[in-house]
């Protein structure tokens, strides 16, 4: 009876009977395959005392094997090929694995997690290198790996040029210093405004999507000091409206956080959960550890997730029929990212306010004319043979999200927005926000260093208005936030002053320039605030020119963290949200 209803499960979402039983629990994908295995007259293959001579491919291409599905091995001087349950349990390709020659006898089956822990174990450190390494080594002009020495060189440069320009003429140096930067300022919150302008009704799911041509679909999650969190992760991921036999969901551990591996541990969890141990070896940050799991990853699509996420049911569907409806060269889905404890402190209102006119408003206005985007670090949804083909995540950048959101668009692929919400978790006390806030500026700048390495190839990627959005959206978010305090300040000394026409002229190019940035982000935060329906909570945008002033406490503790420690992963902490309300 348990079988029958299974296998017309397995008809109704177009998967094998195995995957069903193992999801459901009701039976081992080992004890099916084993059976499965008997039944076609093949050995089952464990591999577990497979020894490493057994196969003939370096460690490199080993660890190919577990996206191919297939690993070669030479067993008693005879080719022998060790397929994974997912290539043979459908009926054609059962009768084509019957008709393959030499058969049964150069054909075994195994399992995917038997075949990605032979993997782990004979090729753990191939997997380590190119979780940390492979980007540095194989693109080094996209890795933030070198850029210590860059920044360190431009500050040094920019300094010794400013300290010399002011000595020998420094009115001359402050007229023309000052004028640029409130160009620079005022052209950054007329971008803002131009999205604000320009955002567009986002994609909805339009249609329902048959269970049977869904693709397979991978979930990535990196937890490290979570285990406050992982539960609510998990119910989360449980509640998606997605069959849960396409799904492959990869819970990323780091090996001595013993309190998260207790807590995933207590779930007892099993298909479609994996966890999978991120390596051990600098640097510790989530973009090593996504980059860890993706050579694992069995979907055709790929989604990350924070672990204090909490993604709306139909989010993955969103994006399927997102990606069908648009070309090949839409190879990236931007969930909205929204806050939900917005209620516990002044910062949380803050945060939401600025969350809805990034990912409701500005976002969305790049999106709507195939601009490139800085990615928000969750709820990306990739093209999972894409995102490996650009190099995946540089675990070296801090904000590995923004870093790849450029990349992609320099590879001439497309990024969209689309109307599924992903509720999170802001901070709500200085301390932690801070600390995120200089991983950010911290990142960004990364970034900006990184691809402006050769500015004429950046130029010739991204095209003139795309290079333009680069500048603006990546490196002047940074700079406006750190030359906030010194406008402010003259300013405040224009205004008591006498009246002189050089201090005249500057207090209107600072005046507008302050006034620009402040009535962007006011009208951002607005409309983003509107269209998730509140509007009523809009009143806290008034204290932005507080607010602009801790960011650029956290812009300048950026700078300074990206000289002395440019790769630390500065945590923020979840699971202590005071409230959670989801609207929008």
Known sequence: MVVAAAAR?????????????????????????RAFANRLGIRYESLEDTPRAAC????????ETVAAGLLPLVIDGAPTHVVVARAVTSPSMKARLLRAPGYPTSIRLTSEARLAAFVHRHAGEAVADRAADALARHQPEMSAASTPRCAVAALAVLSVLTILGVWAWPRHVHDVAGTC????????????????????????LRDHVDDAELPHYTVVAALHDEARSVGGLVAALDGLDYPPEKLDIKLVLERDDAATRAAVAALRLHAPYEVIVAPDRPPRTKPKALNAALPFARGRFIAVYDAEDEPEPDQLRAAVACFRDHGPELVCVQARLTIANADDTWLTRLFAAEYAGLFDVFLPGLARHRLPLPLGGSSNHFVTAVLRQVGAWDPHNVTEDADLGMRLARFGFETAVMASSTFEEAPGH?????????????????????????????????????????????????????????????F?????????????????????????GYASSIVLGTVGLARRGLLSRAW????????????????WRALFKLVARPFEWEKTPHGLARTWRKQG
């Open 492 to 516: 405040a000394a224009a205004l008591a002053s006498d009246g002189s026409r050089p201090t005249a002229l500057l207090f209107g190019f600072y005046g507008v320039a302050c006034v620009a």
């Open 540 to 555: 806290v945008l008034l204290t932005i020119p507080v607010y602009w002033l801790l960011l650029s406490a956290a812009a």
């Open 430 to 490: 200085f301390g932690p926000w801070l600390r995120q806030r200089t991983r950010w500026f911290k990142g960004w700048t990364q970034t900006w260093l990184v691809h402006m390495r050769r500015p004429w190839r950046l130029w010739r990627d991204l095209g003139p208005s795309g290079f333009l959005v680069f500048q603006l959206a990546v490196g002047g978010s940074v700079l406006a936030a750190l030359v906030h305090p010194l406008f402010l300040a003259v």
């Open 181 to 204: 930067l409130a160009a620079l300022f005022v052209s950054w919150s007329a971008l803002r405004l131009w999205a604000a302008a320009n955002a567009p009704d986002f994609y909805r």
């Open 9 to 33: 499960r397995a008809r109704d979402v177009g998967v094998g009977i195995d995957r069903v039983l193992a999801v459901c629990g009701v039976m081992s994908e080992e004890r099916y395959l």
């Open 56 to 63: 003939p491919l370096g460690d490199d291409l080993m660890v």
